[in-house]
């Protein structure tokens, strides 16, 4: 498909999302407040930032018309290593009306125990070290953990459709292939955390990695989203009772 097509909001997803985020997270990547903000304001400024990118990727969605058209490049390639035809009757080619399956749910479990193992040994480091950024990443009051909880759920959801969904889809419509849009997405992804600290990079592009496995073997992004939001919480959780035992 050639560039034009993808103007005007396809081509500002691009930027946007593959260029202009990693960037600007790169340049604030060492930039902590001190004191910091509360937590949960911490949380709802960011929570705001996730639905603001939402709301660009579903309107990206409706202006190529996904919302109506066939099912895109990425969902034809291959679910549980067979070509697939998917039907028009579908929201989008990566949120089919017909949810999952118990195969899926099983793969993503094995995911996310993988995924948990990886993010708390990492976490684990951090806080024995005192990384700052751990701040964040630690909520320990009740109502830090409630809003934790929201905000979690507001980032897997929209980072799965926007690093899963649009951003491959139309890297993968230029290139005409689907891999270099995978090996671009994870390290866009990558770079966007960052602030994490520089080894949390590899380890969300890794991630990232595993999100485009699941959604391309299981035909959906059902299953990652919800990966994604059940390690973020589960992480956080964690970590922020462990924290709040060190300070105890």
Not at 65 to 82: E, H, K, M, Y
Not at 92 to 102: H, N, S
Not at 180 to 203: E, L, Y
Request: with cysteine.
């Amino acid at each position: 498909m050639a560039l034009p097509s993808l103007l005007p909001l396809g081509t500002f997803h691009l930027v946007y999302f593959g260029v202009m985020k990693p960037y600007w997270t790169w340049q604030g990547r060492d930039v902590w407040q001190v004191p910091p903000p509360p937590r949960a304001r911490y949380y709802r400024r960011t929570s705001s930032h996730f639905l603001s990118c939402g709301f660009i990727t579903l309107m990206t969605m409706a202006s190529l018309g996904w919302f109506s058209s066939r099912a895109p490049i990425v969902t034809d390639i291959f679910v549980l290593g067979r070509l697939v035809e998917h039907p028009r009757d579908v929201w989008f080619g990566l949120l089919p009306r017909e949810w999952t399956t118990l195969g899926s749910l099983a793969l993503g479990a094995a995911a996310y125990v993988v995924m948990v193992a990886a993010d708390l040994g990492y976490s684990r480091r951090c806080l024995a070290r005192g990384a700052p950024h751990m701040y964040y990443s630690t909520p320990q009051t009740r109502r830090d953990r409630v809003v934790w909880v929201g905000f979690s759920v507001l980032a897997g959801v929209t980072e799965e459709l926007t690093w899963r969904g649009v951003q491959p889809e139309l890297i993968a419509q230029l290139a005409g292939t689907l891999w270099p849009a995978v090996i671009i997405c994870a390290a866009t992804f990558g770079f966007g955390h960052i602030r994490n600290g520089r080894p949390f990079t590899v380890i969300a592009g890794l991630f990232a990695l595993g999100f485009h496995g699941l959604t391309l073997v299981t035909g959906s992004l059902y299953v990652a989203m919800i990966v994604h939001v059940a390690v973020n919480v589960t992480v956080g959780l964690r970590a922020g009772t462990w924290a709040a035992r060190s300070a105890g």
